[in-house]
């Protein structure tokens, strides 16, 4: 199993372009999620879902927008890309919702906005 | 929300030391995982642990869901543990919240 995959695993964007980034898996699982790392804040939760279909905010959505078409595809879509969005981005899925079974991890994608 | 604290921030270990890592929380969940970021950014599920104790070779977990804690403990450590840890917490399904991590560092 390939388990999360996210694409590309690199990306230079100039500020006010919109690009989306990819992430699928194929564990069937219902619950999929996008985080952001910045140097000393950890991980904050930009948006999750539940489901297909179903999608919502977590601590820092703003400037993201997200789908949930399959359950296995869960891109996240940068509108306007701002240098604060320069950060290294996680997806990650499980089997139950939110944190009720180990989440998985895919390996990033480190995003730099010029 | 829910405060997530660890403890403590940095850690710097010999090879074949023992540690132990915390993390507090601030209110009620009904769900705690522990996690290793390896020095490449990969991001590793080392338990699921809501409550109760674990033990995965040299690693073991315990939390006090009562008490608003959990342990995580690194026997033997090794140049391969190095990493940040983190702990995250969530209640009643929704999503992990994150804490800030342990960076350990462990020299041969």
């Known amino acids: 199993n390939a388990g999360v995959t996210q694409t590309p695993k690199f990306q230079v964007l100039k500020t006010g372009q919109s690009m989306t980034l990819q992430c699928a898996q194929d564990?069937?699982?219902?619950?999929m999620s996008w985080y952001r790392q910045d140097p000393g804040m950890g991980l904050r939760l930009i948006h999750y879902s539940v489901g297909a279909g179903i999608t919502d905010q977590g601590e820092v959505p703003n400037g993201y927008n997200v789908s949930r078409s399959t359950t296995e595809d869960f891109p996240l879509r940068l509108l306007s890309a701002a240098p604060s969005q320069t950060s290294v981005y996680f997806c990650?899925?499980?089997?139950?919702?939110?944190?009720?079974?180990?989440?998985?991890f895919g390996n990033g994608t480190r995003l730099t906005v010029t | 929300g829910i405060q997530v604290e660890q403890s403590p921030p940095d850690l710097i270990l010999q090879e074949g030391a023992n540690s132990t890592l915390r993390c507090n929380f601030s209110d009620s969940v009904n769900n705690l995982q522990w996690f290793h970021q390896n020095p490449w950014g990969q991001l590793i599920n080392l338990f699921y642990?809501?409550?109760g104790t674990k033990q995965n070779g040299r690693l073991s977990a315990t939390t006090v869901a009562t008490e608003r804690y959990s342990l995580l403990y690194i026997s033997s450590s090794q140049t391969t543990d190095s990493g940040v840890y983190f702990c995250?917490?969530?209640?009643?399904?929704?999503?992990?919240?994150f804490g800030k991590g342990t960076t350990l560092s462990v020299s041969s």
């Open positions: 642990i809501p409550s």
């Open positions: 564990m069937n699982h219902e619950y």
């Open positions: 990650a899925s499980s089997a139950g919702q939110g944190g009720n079974s180990p989440l998985h």
């Open positions: 995250a917490v969530s209640w009643a399904g929704t999503a992990l919240i």
